[in-house]
Protein backbone atom coordinates (compact mmCIF):
# COMPACT_ATOMS: atom_id res chain seq x y z
CA UNK A 1 0.00 0.00 0.00
CA UNK A 2 0.95 3.36 -0.58
CA UNK A 3 0.18 7.12 0.57
CA UNK A 4 0.13 9.84 -1.81
CA UNK A 5 -0.57 13.82 -1.10
CA UNK A 6 -0.73 17.02 -3.55
CA UNK A 7 -2.51 20.15 -2.95
CA UNK A 8 -3.36 19.06 0.14
CA UNK A 9 -5.39 16.43 -1.42
CA UNK A 10 -4.94 12.40 0.38
CA UNK A 11 -5.14 9.33 -1.94
CA UNK A 12 -4.44 5.09 -0.92
CA UNK A 13 -2.85 2.98 -3.60
CA UNK A 14 -3.56 -0.72 -2.41
CA UNK A 15 -1.51 -3.28 -4.88
CA UNK A 16 -2.92 -6.75 -4.34
CA UNK A 17 -1.65 -10.08 -6.44
CA UNK A 18 -4.31 -12.45 -7.23
CA UNK A 19 -2.85 -14.24 -9.54
CA UNK A 20 0.94 -15.35 -10.54
CA UNK A 21 2.70 -17.47 -13.38
CA UNK A 22 6.26 -18.47 -14.41
CA UNK A 23 5.93 -15.11 -16.68
CA UNK A 24 3.31 -12.75 -15.22
CA UNK A 25 1.53 -11.19 -12.17
CA UNK A 26 -2.19 -9.88 -12.36
CA UNK A 27 -2.77 -7.19 -9.55
CA UNK A 28 -5.78 -5.89 -8.21
CA UNK A 29 -5.11 -1.99 -8.02
CA UNK A 30 -7.65 -0.71 -5.30
CA UNK A 31 -7.32 3.73 -5.17
CA UNK A 32 -9.45 5.68 -2.79
CA UNK A 33 -9.36 9.56 -2.74
CA UNK A 34 -11.86 12.18 -1.09
CA UNK A 35 -14.07 8.73 -0.29
CA UNK A 36 -14.56 7.42 -3.89
CA UNK A 37 -13.25 3.91 -4.24
CA UNK A 38 -11.81 2.57 -7.73
CA UNK A 39 -10.53 -0.68 -8.66
CA UNK A 40 -9.10 -1.90 -11.41
CA UNK A 41 -6.74 -5.65 -12.60
CA UNK A 42 -3.85 -5.08 -14.44
CA UNK A 43 -1.35 -7.92 -15.55
CA UNK A 44 2.35 -7.39 -15.56
CA UNK A 45 5.13 -8.95 -17.40
CA UNK A 46 7.67 -10.99 -15.17
CA UNK A 47 9.91 -11.34 -18.06
CA UNK A 48 10.18 -7.20 -18.42
CA UNK A 49 12.45 -5.35 -16.27
CA UNK A 50 10.71 -3.26 -13.75
CA UNK A 51 11.45 0.64 -14.06
CA UNK A 52 9.88 3.22 -11.96
CA UNK A 53 11.25 5.73 -13.82
CA UNK A 54 9.83 4.65 -16.81
CA UNK A 55 7.43 7.64 -18.70
CA UNK A 56 5.03 7.32 -21.51
CA UNK A 57 5.76 7.11 -25.04
CA UNK A 58 6.76 10.21 -26.55
CA UNK A 59 8.43 11.92 -23.62
CA UNK A 60 12.36 12.59 -23.03
CA UNK A 61 13.49 11.42 -19.41
CA UNK A 62 16.35 13.08 -18.53
CA UNK A 63 18.61 11.13 -15.87
CA UNK A 64 19.76 14.35 -13.39
CA UNK A 65 21.29 12.39 -10.53
CA UNK A 66 21.86 9.06 -8.90
CA UNK A 67 22.49 7.73 -5.00
CA UNK A 68 21.76 5.69 -2.14
CA UNK A 69 19.94 6.64 1.34
CA UNK A 70 18.21 4.84 3.83
CA UNK A 71 14.05 5.80 3.87
CA UNK A 72 12.29 5.16 7.11
CA UNK A 73 8.76 4.03 6.86
CA UNK A 74 6.77 3.63 10.07
CA UNK A 75 9.52 1.47 12.74
CA UNK A 76 11.12 -0.09 8.90
CA UNK A 77 14.04 1.18 6.93
CA UNK A 78 14.86 0.44 3.67
CA UNK A 79 18.10 1.01 2.19
CA UNK A 80 17.12 2.25 -1.58
CA UNK A 81 19.11 3.46 -4.51
CA UNK A 82 17.65 7.10 -5.64
CA UNK A 83 17.18 8.23 -9.08
CA UNK A 84 16.37 11.62 -10.02
CA UNK A 85 14.81 12.38 -13.45
CA UNK A 86 13.40 15.38 -15.63
CA UNK A 87 10.51 14.19 -17.81
CA UNK A 88 9.44 16.72 -20.52
CA UNK A 89 6.53 15.46 -22.94
CA UNK A 90 3.98 17.26 -24.70
CA UNK A 91 0.14 17.06 -24.13
CA UNK A 92 -2.45 18.19 -25.68
CA UNK A 93 0.01 20.93 -27.48
CA UNK A 94 1.71 21.94 -23.93
CA UNK A 95 5.18 21.66 -23.10
CA UNK A 96 4.94 19.70 -19.58
CA UNK A 97 8.50 19.15 -17.50
CA UNK A 98 8.29 16.90 -13.98
CA UNK A 99 11.44 16.09 -11.78
CA UNK A 100 10.82 13.22 -10.03
CA UNK A 101 12.71 11.51 -7.41
CA UNK A 102 12.35 7.73 -6.87
CA UNK A 103 13.71 5.61 -3.78
CA UNK A 104 13.93 1.62 -4.54
CA UNK A 105 14.52 -1.02 -2.56
CA UNK A 106 14.94 -4.89 -3.78
CA UNK A 107 12.81 -5.99 -0.34
CA UNK A 108 9.48 -4.47 -1.60
CA UNK A 109 7.79 -6.84 -3.54
CA UNK A 110 5.90 -5.31 -6.48
CA UNK A 111 8.95 -3.17 -8.38
CA UNK A 112 10.56 -2.16 -5.06
CA UNK A 113 9.38 1.55 -4.95
CA UNK A 114 9.42 2.87 -1.14
CA UNK A 115 8.89 6.69 -2.34
CA UNK A 116 8.63 9.04 -5.03
CA UNK A 117 8.47 12.94 -5.09
CA UNK A 118 7.52 14.96 -7.72
CA UNK A 119 6.91 18.03 -8.60
CA UNK A 120 5.08 19.04 -11.77
CA UNK A 121 3.14 22.25 -13.06
CA UNK A 122 4.21 23.86 -9.60
CA UNK A 123 2.57 21.20 -7.98
CA UNK A 124 4.28 18.78 -5.18
CA UNK A 125 3.37 15.54 -4.81
CA UNK A 126 4.90 12.61 -2.54
CA UNK A 127 4.00 8.50 -2.69
CA UNK A 128 5.38 6.52 0.06
CA UNK A 129 4.79 3.02 0.68
CA UNK A 130 2.98 2.69 3.92
CA UNK A 131 2.87 -0.98 4.36
CA UNK A 132 3.39 -4.35 2.66
CA UNK A 133 2.70 -8.03 3.78
CA UNK A 134 1.37 -11.45 2.78
CA UNK A 135 -2.70 -11.75 2.86
CA UNK A 136 -4.29 -14.89 4.16
CA UNK A 137 -3.29 -18.29 2.40
CA UNK A 138 -0.39 -16.70 -0.16
Request: with cysteine; glycine share 10%; proline share 3%.
Amino acid sequence: SWKMSAAGMEQTIKQTVTAKDDTSVTLKIETEVMGQKIARETKIDLTKTYDPNQAPEGAKVEILDKGTETVKVGEKEYKCAWTKVKVTMTMQGNKIESVSKSYVCPDVPLGGVVKVETEAMGMQQTMELSGQGKGEGK
